[in-house]
Nanobody, 115 residues
């Protein structure tokens, strides 16, 4: 069973930056796509950034130019650098595989952007 452990969230002011980390306990980390998802109360999780095994990355329009996804295959860790944060970025952020996420999800990390 895969374990995903997210960290790095917090309460920040608009315009601030945060860096999220996700450690994955899977030996196939280097050959799978990894993504960051986020969820707000009453809404479905949405994929905001993905990093494929070939090095390609994709971003939701809402975060393009502000968020950067990266990965360290040796550490089985994926990161999300979030700059110029906006109140609408407030959500619980999760990592998981893409395009099809594992059935098990981590606990997520709360990001709150508020003045």
């Amino acid at each position: 069973q895969v374990q995903l452990v997210e960290s790095g969230g917090g309460l920040v002011q608009p315009g601030s930056s945060l860096r999220l980390s996700c450690a994955a306990s899977t030996t196939i980390f280097s050959i799978v796509g990894m993504g960051w998802y986020r969820q707000t109360p009453g809404n479905q999780r949405e994929l905001v950034a993905s990093s494929m095994s070939d090095g390609s990355t994709n971003y939701a329009d809402s975060v393009k130019g502000r968020f950067t996804i990266s990965r360290d295959n040796a550490k089985h860790t994926v990161y999300l650098q979030m700059n110029s944060l906006k109140p609408e970025d407030t959500a619980v952020y999760y990592c998981n595989t893409v395009p099809t996420p594992f059935q098990s999800w981590g606990q997520g990390t709360q990001v709150t952007v508020s003045s």
